[in-house]
């Protein structure tokens, strides 16, 4: 009885820094978008966790999907400014998730050279006539085997 409440013990505290991880990666994000002129306006981090062949707790991928708030016009003369716009928001988007990326282990490092960011990809748009649009776009981060 004793081991399986020591195993709990170990994944609740897992899970606990992962809630902590995951809520520092959103402020870390947010301040960064925001430096580079950005507003997002909701940031999703999902971590996939798994045991590694030792018996410890490791992520296993994060999902992370930002909603931006864009004013430029999406339909008329004005969609090569939209297509501009976009190539620049992908950018800078996979920049500032590339500066701090999570470790396997839980911590945060600057850089990704220990982890795979894939390319961005628009997770979903709301179009909202003369008004302010919404854009979500999302990546994933992988780590080497």
């Excluded at 020591?6 to 606990?16: A, H, Q, R």
């Excluded at 990704?112 to 003369?130: A, L, Q, R, T």
């Amino acid at each position: 009885m004793r081991v399986n409440e020591n195993k709990l013990e170990i994944l609740t505290d897992f899970l606990s820094k992962l809630e902590r991880l995951t809520d520092k990666l959103k402020y870390l994000y947010k301040m960064e978008f925001e430096q580079k002129g950005f507003i997002s306006s909701d940031i999703d981090i999902e971590l996939e966790k798994m045991k590694n062949t030792d018996g410890v707790w490791i992520i296993e991928r994060v999902n992370i999907q930002v909603d931006f708030e864009y004013e430029g016009a999406l339909d008329g003369d004005d969609v090569y400014t939209f297509t501009r716009d976009l190539k620049i928001m992908c950018n800078e988007f996979i920049s500032v998730i590339k500066q701090y990326t999570p470790t396997q282990e839980g911590k945060i490092v600057s850089g990704d050279s220990h982890c795979y960011v894939s390319d961005p990809f628009i997770y979903k748009m709301n179009y909202v006539y003369e008004d302010t649009h919404t854009l979500s776009l999302a990546t994933i981060i992988t780590y080497r085997d």
